[in-house]
């Protein structure tokens, strides 16, 4: 999973950081960073966590690509 935050959105309530620290850290401002995008397995509860607790929802989650799932277009290459 990857974690992305909408800085223009965030507010600074800091919620994320609090019940987070381990995904979230505090800017020089107060707002949300992320230090490390890529959130490991074993830490997407609590970005999740992070994240919900966002009154702006300024922080989004996307998920691991499924494995095999590449950009297929159905395009064969050839031009006919």
Same mark, same amino acid.
């Given at each position: 999973?990857?974690?992305?935050?909408?800085?223009?959105?965030?507010? /600074?309530?800091?919620?994320?950081?609090? +019940?987070?620290? #381990?995904?979230? /850290?505090?800017?020089?401002?107060? $707002?949300?960073?992320?230090?490390? !995008?890529?959130? !490991?397995? #074993?830490?997407?509860? @609590?970005?999740? +966590?992070? %994240?919900? %607790?966002? *009154? #702006?929802? %300024? @922080? $989004?989650?996307?998920?691991? !690509?499924? *494995?095999?799932?590449? /950009?297929?277009?159905?395009?064969?290459?050839?031009?006919?």
């Amino acid at each position: 999973m990857k974690v992305r935050v909408d800085l223009k959105a965030c507010k /600074s309530h800091g919620r994320c950081y609090m +019940l987070a620290p #381990e995904v979230f /850290s505090e800017g020089e401002r107060g $707002h949300c960073l992320v230090e490390n !995008p890529q959130v !490991p397995p #074993e830490l997407k509860e @609590i970005a999740r +966590l992070g %994240a919900d %607790a966002c *009154p #702006e929802q %300024a @922080i $989004h989650l996307e998920p691991d !690509p499924e *494995p095999g799932a590449g /950009s297929r277009s159905g395009a064969t290459g050839r031009r006919g």
